[in-house]
């Protein structure tokens, strides 16, 4: 696994110019719109330099802002710590996984792509029914109803999520 403080670069090289350039837009677009002003900076600074040297600059930045948004929104059940013991998971038929364990309980690989879908939920429900995890992209789209960059938005907090869960794996 790559070392989380260089999560979110690795990944936007990896995953080749269209997809990269996307994934920026999206983080981008969640910037602006929530005014998360140290992730908009970072990423303009980033896209200016050559080769995308400050590319760690935004990961940490999209880090700190999604360890932000997690608190929000995901701690009530799986833990302000990820390990699965938030107040609400009492109250659950099924226990909220360990979120530092995701990158254990598959062979060390950390599949952004997976898990963004799981977390968007979204099509996953469409095709086996109910979860008891909320389906965050509706949430997400609530949030910005009338938005023309709806889709990117909810992208980009996703994004946001999982490069902050990444940092915490062990
Ligand atoms: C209401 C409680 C609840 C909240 C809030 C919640 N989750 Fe979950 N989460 C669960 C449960 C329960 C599961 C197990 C699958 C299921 O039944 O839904 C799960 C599973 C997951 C998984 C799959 C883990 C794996 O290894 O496959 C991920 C990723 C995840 N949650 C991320 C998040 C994120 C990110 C947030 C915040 C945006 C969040 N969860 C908020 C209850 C919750």
Redesign the pocket.
């Known amino acids: 696994m790559s070392p989380a403080t260089h999560g979110a670069f690795l990944f936007l090289q990896a995953t080749g110019v269209d997809r990269r350039a996307s994934a920026i837009r999206a983080l981008y677009s969640v910037a602006v719109r929530l005014r998360i002003i140290s992730v908009a900076t970072a990423i303009v600074a980033a896209a200016s330099s050559p080769a995308w040297s400050s590319g760690s600059a935004v990961s940490s930045a999209v880090q700190q802002a999604g360890q932000q ?2 608190i929000e ?2 701690a ?3 833990g302000t710590d990820g390990r699965g013991a ?1 107040p ?2 009492a109250a ?1 038929t ?4 360990d ?1 530092s ?2 990158a254990a ?2 062979n060390g690989q950390y599949p952004f792509d997976e ?1 963004a879908s ?2 968007d939920g979204r099509k996953a429900v469409a095709a086996h029914g109910s ?4 389906v ?1 992209g509706e949430r997400f789209a609530d949030e910005s109803p009338d938005d023309p960059q709806q889709e990117r938005i909810i992208h980009g907090k996703v994004l946001m ?1 999982l490069v902050y ?1 990444e940092s915490i794996q062990r």
């Open positions: 948004y997690y929104y995901c009530s059940c799986h938030g609400v998971a659950l099924i226990k909220p996984p979120l364990k995701m309980r598959r898990l799981y977390i979860r008891e995890m909320p965050w999520l869960l």
